[in-house]
Every structure is written in structure tokens, then in C-alpha cells.
């Protein structure tokens, strides 16, 4: 069994900041890709930022590019997701995802449950 466990949402103001964690737990074997979606209300679910292959390489929404930093922690199964100058358009539900194999040798796609971000004055 794995587990995803999101934290770090909230409400901030306009031009704030909120960092964002995702930690895998149970039977982790080895963790390939660590991502961030994010859904906002009456759209389609879409890609924040992942990281591939251990952290050697990072893609980001066009959207996000230059505030939003995701940066990953193998010793603790963690990925974090760095928010600076927040939007209003950046209030979304953000779920983090993960390709993990598990110590009994099987290979899955694991999402987390999501948390609520939202930017408002």
C-alpha cells in the first residue's frame, strides 16, 4: 500500500507565498517521476511542475515559470512545490502524482488526495 499525503494549502493574498508538500509513505520501492497538477473550478485538471529521474530535470507550466520552484527530497519521499507571487487564476485544488515501484515489485501511478489553494484579498 502507498500513500501520497499532501499539506501546505491555504489562502494567502495576492503576491504571496505558500510552499507546498507531498510525502510518499508505505511500500516505496523507488520513486521515478514527482509532480504537481492543479485543478481550478469548471477546468481541466493541468500540469504545474514535475520533476524527473531522481530530480535531474524539471518541467513547468508556462503560467508558473519563474515563481513556482519544485524541488524534491529522496531521503524523505517528499516533493515540494515553492509558490511566490500568487495569482488569483493560481486558485486551484493542487494534487501531486508520482510513478512508484513498490517493494513488491509492481510499477503504478499514485495520486495524492489534493489541497485547496486559494489567493484572495
Known amino acids: 500500500q502507498v500513500q501520497l499525503v499532501e499539506s501546505g494549502g491555504g489562502l494567502v493574498q495576492p503576491g504571496g507565498s505558500l510552499r507546498l508538500s507531498c510525502a510518499a509513505s508505505g511500500n516505496v520501492f523507488r520513486i521515478i517521476n514527482m509532480g504537481w497538477y492543479r485543478q481550478a473550478p469548471g477546468k481541466q485538471r493541468e500540469l504545474v511542475a514535475e520533476?524527473?529521474?531522481?530530480?535531474?530535470?524539471?518541467n513547468y507550466a508556462d503560467s508558473v515559470k519563474g515563481r513556482f520552484t519544485i524541488s524534491r527530497d529522496n531521503a524523505k519521499n517528499t516533493v515540494y512545490l515553492q509558490m511566490n507571487n500568487l495569482k488569483p487564476e493560481d486558485t486551484a485544488v493542487y494534487s501531486c502524482?508520482?510513478?512508484?515501484?513498490?517493494?513488491?515489485?509492481?510499477?503504478?501511478?499514485?495520486w495524492g488526495q489534493g489541497t485547496q489553494v486559494t489567493v484572495s484579498s
Open positions: 520533476l524527473i529521474t531522481s530530480g535531474s530535470s524539471a
Open positions: 502524482k508520482a510513478h512508484i515501484y513498490t517493494t513488491s515489485g509492481t510499477f503504478s501511478v499514485y
